[in-house]
């Protein structure tokens, strides 16, 4: 699972200008976080030991860069790279 995390993480690294949503409502997911219910275009998402919660919106199919740089801070701050376990 490690190994698919990181190519998601790289992947989103990359180029956060041009994510579609749906990516990265599953790179959330791949990395532990639950999703918790949203409103039209948002979606929230939450996960156990992470103080931040991450809430995504959808605009035309693609998801904003700076919420794909929060998702990708969130990731790094919290070391959840090299975390092991599973949501």
Not at 19 to 39: D, H, S
Not at 55 to 74: D, H, I, M
Not at 76 to 83: P, V
């Amino acid at each position: 699972m490690s190994d698919a995390r990181r190519k998601i993480y790289e992947r989103l690294k990359g180029n956060p200008k041009n994510v579609r949503f749906e990516t990265l409502c599953k790179a959330a997911v791949a990395f532990g976080f639950e999703f918790k219910g949203g409103k039209g275009s948002h979606r929230i998402f939450i996960r156990r030991g992470v103080r931040e919660l991450l809430n995504f919106q959808s605009v035309k199919g693609k998801a904003k860069p700076y919420q794909v740089r929060q998702f990708l801070n969130v990731v790094e701050k919290y070391k959840l790279l090299e975390d092991n376990q599973n949501a």
